[in-house]
């Protein structure tokens, strides 16, 4: 049976959180009244848990010292930034509080609650869910998957368009890859005055890059089949205005 463009799952709001924490850099947190910025200082354990590698005079490494029980309360938030440069570049904000402790010379922070808030509105993350959820297997990737597209390929890009409804290219001005997961590709469409997004889905999910390739090349064998292609009024590629 030939492969056909129906597959309509996106992540879950689980598994979009535990993408983030995945992929992201660096991260703020609020503990004891004070906020700090932390890059390249935390890895996610399997059960969820983030492991925070800080400096021993942080205000939050004094806190889980100082506290009862060693567990003082903090809030810890991520940004989801796009590896290419759009507008409205952050993607969605993950925030999580909780509990966190020192274990073996670093500190344990164990959420008791999860809030996604994506630019359609927050999200609370079942902790079940959450724990359980494994996280995207591009979402490591993507950066440089976007970029590659964005920069080595912009012809697919404006190709892709041609599976776009007419009335969400009106207008528009520049389009450029904004995500990628399992489930499909995420398009910012830019126009004069605004955005929007628009997702091609998957026939299947990728679970690898492999996968992933044969994906893509499947959604640019359908938009080259398209019967009328649709041209932007004007591709720009000079980047940020």
């Known amino acids: 049976m030939a492969d056909r463009h129906t597959w309509t799952s996106a992540p879950a709001a689980a598994e979009r959180a535990r993408s983030m924490l995945a992929a992201a850099w660096s991260c703020a947190v609020t503990a004891d009244g004070g906020r700090e910025e932390f890059v390249g200082a935390h890895t996610v354990a399997e059960d969820g848990r983030v492991l925070l590698h800080v400096p021993e005079d942080s205000r939050l490494a004094a806190a889980a010292v100082s506290a009862p029980r060693g567990e003082p309360s903090a809030v810890l938030e991520f940004a989801d ?6 507008r409205g570049r952050i993607r969605a904000r993950l925030w999580m509080a909780g509990w966190c402790a020192a274990e073996d010379g ?4 164990r959420p008791t609650r999860v809030v996604l808030r994506p630019p359609s509105g927050a999200v609370v993350v079942d902790l079940d869910e959450y724990a359980a959820a494994p996280p ?3 979402a490591t990737a993507e950066f440089r998957l976007l970029t590659h597209l964005a920069t080595a390929h912009p ?11 007419p009335d969400s290219l009106r207008g528009a001005v520049r389009v ?3 995500a990628v997961d399992r489930h499909g590709l995420t398009l910012r469409i830019e126009r004069a005055r605004d955005h929007g997004d628009v997702r091609l889905t998957f026939h299947q999910p990728a679970d690898d890059l492999a996968q992933l390739t044969e994906r893509v090349h499947m959604l640019l064998a359908q938009a080259g089949a398209a019967r009328h292609p649709r041209a ?7 980047g940020d205005r």
């Open 81 to 86: 930034v796009a590896p290419v440069a759009v």
């Open 106 to 109: 670093r500190l344990a922070f």
């Open 136 to 138: 995207d297997p591009l």
């Open 155 to 165: 012809d697919a890009v404006e190709r892709l368009t041609r599976l776009v409804d």
């Open 176 to 178: 450029q890859p904004l």
């Open 232 to 238: 932007l009024q004007r591709q720009r590629t000079d």
